[in-house]
């Protein structure tokens, strides 16, 4: 079965630390994969998507995914952490061609000041 | 560029009753995605249109849940009667033909009581 595991309910950093949300995928051929931000009470917000090229993908707010094709692993990962940056995470898969997209179950990340 | 618009943005029903929720997708985007949001899980596919014709919509539960695009545009998901266990948030998103990244709406957030 095609999935999006994000292994990980919360995660907690310091303030000014690297963090890092990991997530695994499994889905046949070469999938779309994608990071997306929630913040309370709000929808889903767009961070960063890997398509092809270059295995590191940079987006928004400073935060970067490195894809993994071996590992099937697309980890989001920041420099430095700000505690504005605490949120729910998700990571998504599109499955090939279907324009059809599975979701993980999120990490809760939270940046302590 | 406007976003995805949805409404009502908070609803609260009892069991049995009805409730319908609009989405207004960015302009022109030719696909359109009821997604179901339960508390601490991850966004699940309802349904998915291209312009105004059916995708996929083997999870919508059918006994109970409606959707229509019928002009290609605006979007409405309806339940009847609901349930307990609808108590979620109802992400609309959409996606531009020929895109890979879809956007999503703030939700519409579903208690039943």
Redesign the interface.
């Known amino acids: 079965a095609q999935s999006?595991a994000q292994p990980e309910d919360q995660v907690n950093v310091a303030e000014g630390n690297p963090l890092t949300v990991k997530c695994t995928y499994s889905v046949s051929g070469n999938p779309?994969l994608?990071w997306?931000v929630q913040y309370p009470?709000?929808?889903?917000?767009?961070l960063l998507?890997y398509?092809t090229g270059d295995n590191l993908v940079k987006g928004s707010y400073g935060f970067e995914a490195e894809f993994n094709k071996s590992q099937t692993s697309f980890h989001l990962k920041k420099p430095s952490a700000l505690v504005s940056d605490s949120a729910l995470y998700?990571c998504a898969v599109?499955i090939s061609g279907?324009?059809?997209?599975i979701?993980?179950?999120?990490t809760r990340l939270k940046v302590l000041a | 560029e406007a976003g995805v618009a949805q409404s009502p943005r908070y609803k609260i029903i009892e069991k049995r009753q009805s409730v319908a929720f609009w989405c207004n997708p960015i302009s022109g985007h030719a696909t359109l995605y009821w997604y179901q949001q339960i508390l601490g899980q991850g966004p699940k596919l309802l349904i998915q249109f291209q312009n105004n014709g059916v995708v996929d919509d083997s999870q919508l539960p059918k006994d109970r849940f409606s959707a229509e695009r019928l002009k290609g545009v605006d979007s409405t998901l309806k339940i009847q009667p609901a349930k307990l266990e609808d108590s979620a948030v109802y992400l609309c998103a959409s996606m531009a033909v020929a895109g890979n990244t879809i956007y999503f709406g703030e939700g519409s957030w579903l208690t039943v009581v």
């Open positions: 999006v779309y994608f997306y009470n709000r929808g889903l917000q767009f998507k398509i998700f599109e279907t324009y059809k997209y979701f993980g179950t999120g």
